[in-house]
């Protein structure tokens, strides 16, 4: 089979070589799928940066879902997937014409829903489903801050709040952003790249604070979510944006942003932090990613999700999709095309 190998850490261009390689098999419990396409994450533009400590030792696959059709089906693996087409996701792999996942990572799917928007179901809407609708259960009328609105993660968040009757606050990065969010319902979007964010949402609640904050980004704006935050109020960490440099220094740098946080004065203010990696549920907890898998299929099935896709790349222009995808321009999914 063919699969981009990333071969190096640095700029896609380079990093990234379209190789080779054995078919893999399917073991007790998994399937073997034919891979129409895959998605891509932010987690994987940090992976090929060489910043995601959880990245397989170079040479590596990455990739964490693909769409396609099962073709084999393992030992003890139920046979109803067997030649039915699917959404999967995988811890690595992805970025091949052949995948290996657990059958609870997998889902059946109409023939006629497009790529996108079927790989936005996965990595990126099970990230959602959990951290609103397990970790984080949202109730109306509940005042929701919502990071990287405008991404993969982002978009399905403000959808699933404003479903929830929450009055969201959105934070966008640039203006081309805004009128998108918008249409997805949310009360109050936030360009940051034109103001301060944290200024505006305390002009606008007054005497008032948050709720909810779901915060992909860290760094800086940790310390600045935890003041919005009244009592009772939830601050979710799913992701690391901020982070740029590489190395111990970097790593440093990073935490230095956040700060120190003593948990005595979470209990004594009644907040509560909470941290989401999808790779630590689907190692522990493989049941709970088949819920959130089959939920996230059922909402968009009846409306309630309805994912951006920002654009469809051809298989030879996986290192321009990454590019792409790291610029912070892009809005919802981007996906990649065999």
Not at 20 to 29: C, F, L, V
Not at 69 to 83: D, K, W
Not at 193 to 200: H, K, L, N
Not at 249 to 268: A, H, K, N, Y
């Amino acid at each position: 089979m063919r699969a981009w190998t990333l071969i190096k850490h640095g700029e896609p261009k380079a990093a990234f070589a379209l190789r080779d390689h054995p078919d893999p098999q399917p073991g007790p419990g998994q399937l073997l799928i034919r891979c129409e396409g895959f998605g891509l994450n932010y987690a994987d533009v940090m992976a090929a940066r060489g910043l995601y400590r959880e990245a397989p030792p170079l040479p590596s696959i990455l990739g964490y879902e693909v769409v396609g059709r099962v073709e084999q089906c393992g030992e003890g693996t139920p046979n109803e997937f067997l030649g039915k087409r699917v959404v999967a996701m995988t811890r690595f792999g992805g970025y091949a014409e052949l995948a290996i996942t657990d059958h609870r990572a997998c889902a059946i799917i109409p023939d006629g829903m497009p790529l996108g928007e079927a790989a936005a179901l996965a990595t990126q809407g099970c990230t959602a489903w959990y951290a609103a609708r397990i970790l984080c259960p949202l109730r109306k009328g509940e005042r929701v801050l919502v990071h990287s609105a405008a991404g993969g993660v982002g978009q399905l968040l403000v959808q699933l709040a404003v479903h929830s009757g929450c009055e969201v606050f959105a934070v966008v990065g640039n203006k081309e952003k805004v009128s998108v969010v918008k249409a997805m319902g949310a009360a109050h979007v936030i360009d940051r790249s034109a103001e301060d964010y944290a200024q505006t949402i305390r002009s606008v609640l007054g005497d008032d604070r948050l709720d909810v904050s779901f915060n992909a980004v860290g760094g800086t704006s940790f310390k600045q979510d935890l003041s919005l935050i009244g009592s009772g109020g939830r601050l979710v960490l799913f992701g690391g944006a901020e982070r740029g440099g590489i190395g111990l220094f970097g790593t440093l740098r990073f935490v230095w942003r956040m700060g120190i946080l003593l948990p005595i004065f979470l209990m004594i203010h009644s907040r509560s932090l909470l941290g989401i990696n999808m790779l630590r549920i689907s190692e522990h907890k493989p049941e709970v990613i088949a819920e959130c898998l089959h939920a996230v299929i059922a909402a968009h099935r009846t409306g309630v999700l309805r994912p951006h896709v920002h654009a469809t790349y051809a298989a030879s222009e996986l290192p321009e999709a990454q590019l792409a995808l790291a610029s912070g321009r892009t809005m919802g999914k981007v996906v990649v095309k065999w």
